[in-house]
């Protein structure tokens, strides 16, 4: 049977007098790309006019600028919240720096924090594999430990803002975990869309967009054992997205050891690509299916943040993203795929 995943693509051109050029007529190409599981559309132009900002990191190092942080050692055990005994008994929960509380201002019943290291400002470089392993086994721990109670929400997630400009509250690395009920229309959409694509063709979504990626070829990154590397059909991140795909993993019960190992491994692939482009922020999340279905495989997206100048500090987002729910991106997948596959090589 042909594999049912349509990628579709518009393309169109402006003609204006550019001045660039003596006010010569010139036309200047645009792209609209539909996602082929959820059908909302994407916007790609801006080539070339936009690109990562170079952040000084030792700027939020200063006292000054750091201020007051919960996050960093010689305060946390303070003030710092503890969950209730029936949750985690000893009230944290620890491995090497990796440390889970509560999040003081909670996304639902059971959300948690990890806070990712000692060290207050940590370059993409120093987001090591220990300290990649430990966050992520710590967020997933905890997310099992939640699936087992009886009022447990149906969807866990685990979502990261990584430096400014990314929207975190905190230079200090840290992970959001927590199962939901209301996990966002993004979530949403995808797990409805998958269902649907199920029941029409009785095949899931993401094994057979794997398949199709790898046998096309312009966006498929890398294979790192059960995980699949693909640059975005429809980019939600102004600098492109990447997305990690297990497509034979449905829940969070699914989830092992032997799986964050496969994702840190690709994630430090793509750190390394960050640090030689000058990607200094970005926003990351990992979806868990809900238990008991066939057709919600998990996957991790990882977007870069960037200011779209350190003069004014203009945030990436405008109009499209805030109002018309409608990423812009500024980078090709094609290309980004080339770019990063020479880090899986």
């Known amino acids: 049977m042909s594999n049912p995943i349509r990628f ?67 305060v946390r055990e303070k003030v710092t919240p503890k969950f209730p005994e029936q949750v985690i008994a000893e009230g944290r929960a620890q491995r090497n720096e990796a440390l889970l509380i509560p999040n003081l201002f909670p996304y639902d019943v059971y959300s948690g924090v990890t806070i990712m290291t000692d060290e207050h400002v940590v370059p993409v470089e120093g987001l090591s594999e220990t300290r990649l392993t430990d966050a992520f086994a710590l967020g997933i721990e905890f997310l099992k430990r939640a699936a087992a109670f009886d009022d447990a929400p149906p969807y866990p997630l685990i979502t990261w803002n990584y430096m400014p400009p990314s929207g975190g509250g905190l230079v200090h690395p840290h992970q959001q975990c927590f199962a939901t009920a209301y996990p966002g229309n993004q979530y949403m959409d995808e797990l409805r869309a998958s269902q649907r694509f199920y029941d029409a063709h009785h095949r899931n979504y993401w094994s057979d967009l794997v398949e199709e990626e790898e046998r096309i070829g312009k966006r498929y990154i890398g294979r790192l054992g059960g995980s699949h590397w693909l640059a975005s059909f429809v980019s939600l991140g102004i600098l492109g997205e990447i997305m990690c795909v297990f497509p034979d993993l449905f829940s969070i019960h699914d989830f092992e050891e032997t799986h964050v190992h496969e994702l840190v491994s690709g994630l430090l692939r793509i750190f390394a690509y960050y640090r030689a482009s000058d990607i200094y922020s970005f926003n990351g999340a990992l979806f868990f299916g809900p238990s008991g279905q066939t057709w919600f495989s998990t996957h991790f997206r990882i977007i870069p943040r960037t200011f779209l100048n350190t003069r004014d500090f203009a945030p990436d987002p405008n109009f499209f993203q805030m109002l018309l729910s409608e990423p812009v991106s500024v980078v090709m997948p094609e290309g980004l795929c080339y770019d990063a596959k020479q880090y899986f090589l």
């Not at 693509?9 to 550019?18: N, R, S, T, W």
């Not at 792209?31 to 700027?59: C, E, M, W």
Request: with cysteine.
């Open 8 to 74: 579709e693509a518009f393309e169109g051109e402006a003609l204006f007098l550019d001045p660039r050029k003596d006010f010569q007529p010139t036309k200047e190409g645009f792209h609209t790309r539909v996602d082929p599981l959820t059908g909302r559309t994407g916007h790609f132009s801006h080539f070339g006019a936009i690109k990562a900002q170079r952040l000084d990191l030792n700027y939020y190092r200063r006292p000054e600028v750091k201020g007051f942080c919960p996050f960093c050692p010689e």
